[in-house]
């Protein structure tokens, strides 16, 4: 799948904590170096607690803040880039649809383009992936990477529409039982269900947040992408990507 390499590019990220954490440095690093426009929104209504500490991009002095506005302070400043995010829990499709509709700009060739727009999923519930796999669904063209992980082991999955077609299949498409109602947003949970999550490690997290970087990269420096999706284990130090049909018929 190839991608061009003068558009404009936006994207959005949902979640600032775990995976999200240690998207966001690379992340911002990595946009910084290219020569169009770019803008990143994180998302995330969450706060620092010390529980975060262990395993999360985050430092004692974070304590009490908001996810999405520190990562978006620390990393868009650090690199001279304009700070956006949106210190809310997301979870109305219609809204996301609205961040997510890509703007025009006036290009080098002398035209208006529509922008890249890319959707990262650093979410832990699948009630917020239900969501995202109903708007992937809804847009002409829009890429989703979601990445998904527990203790040990995870996976990446990139998603792409382009001009209403679906090229590669979303997470939700692949791992179908995201899509069954026994989830809840993050707002729905009581006090008792917010204190219990998924174990996951600090290790997963940064494995997890590496393979969505390499999305990035592919997509906006190579301006190709040959892989659907990514199997990962911390404890064999393994990354097992899953090539496209186009890349398979390449390579026979």
Do not use: W
Request: hydrophobic share 40%.
């Amino acid at each position: 799948m190839k991608f061009s390499l003068e558009k404009a590019v936006k994207i959005i990220m949902i979640g600032a904590g775990g995976t999200g954490g240690y998207i966001a440095p690379h992340l911002y690093r990595l946009l910084h170096t290219l020569d169009r426009t770019v803008k990143v929104i994180i998302i995330d209504g969450d706060i620092i607690e010390q529980k975060n500490i262990v395993r999360q991009n985050f430092i004692c002095s974070d304590l009490g803040r908001n996810k999405a506005r520190v990562l978006a302070e620390r990393y868009a400043s650090a690199f001279g880039m304009e700070v956006y995010y949106i210190p809310e829990f997301i979870e109305n499709e219609i809204r996301l649809l609205e961040l997510l509709k890509p703007d025009s700009h006036f290009t080098r060739i002398s035209y208006y383009q529509q922008e890249l727009v890319i959707l990262i999923g650093a979410v832990d519930n699948n009630k917020s992936r239900q969501m995202c796999h109903n708007v992937f669904q809804k847009l002409d063209d829009i890429i989703y990477i979601d990445s998904g992980n527990g203790q040990y082991t995870g996976q990446i999955v990139c998603g792409i529409r382009c001009h209403g077609k679906t090229y590669y299949k979303p997470v939700a498409d692949i791992y179908t039982d995201i899509l069954e109602n026994t989830d809840k947003f993050p707002t729905e949970l009581s006090c008792a269900e917010a204190a219990v999550s998924a174990p996951q490690s600090i290790v997963a997290n940064i494995m997890a947040a590496t393979a969505v970087i390499s999305y990035i990269y592919n997509i906006l420096v190579l301006g190709r992408i040959e892989v659907e999706r990514v199997t990962f284990s911390t404890k064999t130090v393994n990354m097992k990507p899953v090539l496209s049909q186009e890349a398979k018929e390449r390579r026979k």
